[in-house]
């Protein structure tokens, strides 16, 4: 028999024979796979036989959630990341070259501002920034050299939801791709696709996922023209450079979060559709900002874009600015303070400390970023419960 070290290196690396399958697919935690012989690898690098090679270029356990993102965005593509800004990052530096320019709404996820102000001018690309909901802006902006326009479906923090199809329209006659981000929607709400995006991007780490127990991102595509086709290749070779990719065992758990998206979003909707005619009527809150509401601008774009629900988050000023807006988190009991969301719990994040942090007093100011304002992201509880404990921490307002 071989020496104990040996076989503590070698026994039990088999996977079992069996005639049945499991019926949730296995992790394939490994880093790389095993030929059997050398001419495998040419078969393999060729395409002429089914195989994986290196996760950092393909693992089976991508291929089933990315099947599962593209059947859900109803898109024939999808590629997971090891996390959102993973996504949104290559997805857009596959679409442009120095010279090419990005159009993208103001009112964005901080860390996807950053990128484009920053990071976008030092490789020869120019970001400009646009009222997305000024269609004429918009279209003035989107001219000669715009390859992407860029957009979340309901934005982070004020929940404006985006004309889609009128989007579409602007950036294809300019021969841009339309690219959505797609989190704060969940494909259970909106499948921007199917208003003509042509790429849908999600921070996985949120809804898709739903436990706060793992940062992914995803992004899907269509493939209808030349310009998707390249687009599709480029994207692949980039993420296989760079090598963003997740961790087999998140992408395990993304699949799993995904089996019940359905039935949390509903509630997570139900949630926030109450909570938010809860605090319009509360003498301590400001403003409320939810597209469910019939008094929101965003109710009919809303109604035309959004089904099922208008979505798990909601904001609203605080009276009293930044101290009303202490006063009313620190006292808060069953509602933590965290600074993401899409969890299964009921938690408050505050913008302009956490995700807009990095933005200008006037950056913060155009996009309506206030010390008062709080964001929510309604989870799963009773409602009841959730009612209560808003509405003793707004007693401390004032
Ligand atoms: C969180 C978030 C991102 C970034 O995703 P990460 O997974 O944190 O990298 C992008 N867009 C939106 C709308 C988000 O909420």
């Given at each position: 028999?071989?020496?104990?070290?040996?076989?503590?290196?070698?026994?039990?690396?088999?996977v079992?024979?069996?005639?049945?399958s499991p019926?949730v697919a296995p992790i394939y935690a490994t880093?790389?796979?095993?030929?059997?012989?050398?001419?495998?690898?040419?078969?393999?690098?060729?395409?002429?036989?089914?195989?994986?090679?290196?996760?950092?270029?393909?693992?089976p356990g991508?291929?089933m959630?990315?099947?599962?993102?593209?059947?859900?965005?109803?898109?024939?593509?999808?590629?997971?990341?090891?996390?959102?800004?993973?996504?949104?990052?290559?997805?857009?530096?596959?679409?442009?070259?120095?010279?090419?320019?990005?159009?993208?709404?103001?009112?964005?996820?901080?860390?996807?501002?950053?990128?484009?102000?920053?990071?976008?001018?030092?490789?020869?690309?120019?970001?400009?920034?646009?009222?997305?909901?000024?269609?004429?802006?918009?279209?003035?902006?989107?001219?000669?050299?715009?390859?992407?326009?860029?957009?979340?479906?309901?934005?982070?923090?004020?929940?404006?939801?985006?004309?889609?199809?009128?989007?579409?329209?602007?950036?294809?006659?300019?021969?841009?791709?339309?690219?959505?981000?797609?989190?704060?929607?969940?494909?259970?709400?909106?499948?921007?696709?199917?208003?003509?995006?042509?790429?849908?991007?999600?921070?996985?780490?949120?809804?898709?996922?739903?436990?706060?127990?793992?940062?992914?991102?995803?992004?899907?595509?269509?493939?209808?023209?030349?310009?998707?086709?390249?687009?599709?290749?480029?994207?692949?070779?980039?993420?296989?450079?760079?090598?963003?990719?997740?961790?087999p065992?998140?992408?395990w758990?993304?699949?799993?979060?995904?089996?019940?998206?359905?039935?949390?979003?509903?509630?997570?909707?139900?949630?926030?559709?109450?909570?938010?005619?809860?605090?319009?009527?509360?003498?301590?809150?400001?403003?409320?900002?939810?597209?469910?509401?019939?008094?929101?601008?965003?109710?009919?774009?809303?109604?035309?874009?959004?089904?099922?629900?208008?979505?798990?988050?909601?904001?609203?000023?605080?009276?009293?600015?930044?101290?009303?807006?202490?006063?009313?988190?620190?006292?808060?009991?069953?509602?933590?303070?965290?600074?993401?969301?899409?969890?299964?719990?009921?938690?408050?994040?505050?913008?302009?400390?956490?995700?807009?942090?990095?933005?200008?007093?006037?950056?913060?100011?155009?996009?309506?970023?206030?010390?008062?304002?709080?964001?929510?992201?309604?989870?799963?509880?009773?409602?009841?419960?959730?009612?209560?404990?808003?509405?003793?921490?707004?007693?401390?307002?004032?």
């Amino acid at each position: 028999m071989e020496h104990v070290n040996t076989r503590a290196v070698h026994a039990g690396s088999k996977v079992p024979e069996s005639s049945t399958s499991p019926k949730v697919a296995p992790i394939y935690a490994t880093s790389v796979f095993s030929f059997d012989r050398l001419d495998l690898i040419d078969e393999v690098y060729l395409g002429e036989k089914p195989g994986y090679v290196y996760t950092r270029m393909r693992n089976p356990g991508y291929d089933m959630v990315e099947e599962a993102v593209a059947s859900l965005e109803g898109v024939p593509h999808a590629l997971v990341f090891s996390s959102g800004m993973a996504a949104i990052t290559l997805g857009i530096l596959a679409a442009v070259e120095a010279g090419d320019k990005v159009v993208s709404a103001n009112v964005l996820y901080g860390g996807t501002h950053t990128f484009l102000k920053d990071e976008l001018p030092r490789r020869g690309v120019q970001a400009v920034f646009v009222n997305i909901n000024d269609l004429d802006e918009v279209r003035g902006a989107v001219s000669g050299g715009t390859k992407v326009l860029y957009c979340e479906t309901i934005s982070n923090p004020l929940m404006e939801v985006a004309d889609l199809e009128a989007l579409a329209e602007i950036a294809h006659s300019a021969g841009a791709l339309l690219m959505v981000d797609n989190t704060f929607a969940s494909p259970v709400h909106c499948r921007p696709a199917s208003f003509g995006a042509d790429v849908v991007i999600h921070s996985a780490t949120k809804y898709l996922n739903g436990h706060s127990d793992v940062t992914m991102g995803a992004l899907a595509a269509e493939d209808r023209s030349d310009l998707h086709k390249e687009y599709w290749s480029r994207l692949q070779s980039l993420l296989s450079l760079y090598g963003p990719v997740p961790s087999p065992i998140d992408s395990w758990l993304l699949l799993r979060g995904i089996r019940t998206l359905g039935v949390r979003m509903e509630r997570h909707s139900q949630n926030a559709l109450e909570l938010a005619k809860f605090l319009e009527g509360h003498k301590n809150v400001e403003r409320v900002f939810y597209p469910g509401l019939e008094s929101s601008p965003y109710h009919n774009l809303g109604k035309k874009y959004l089904s099922s629900g208008f979505g798990g988050m909601l904001s609203f000023e605080v009276k009293g600015g930044l101290e009303g807006a202490r006063r009313f988190v620190d006292a808060l009991k069953m509602t933590e303070l965290v600074p993401s969301l899409a969890g299964v719990a009921t938690t408050v994040s505050h913008p302009a400390k956490t995700s807009h942090r990095s933005l200008t007093a006037q950056e913060k100011e155009a996009c309506g970023v206030r010390d008062s304002l709080i964001r929510v992201s309604c989870g799963l509880e009773h409602f009841e419960d959730i009612r209560l404990d808003f509405s003793r921490a707004l007693d401390q307002v004032k």
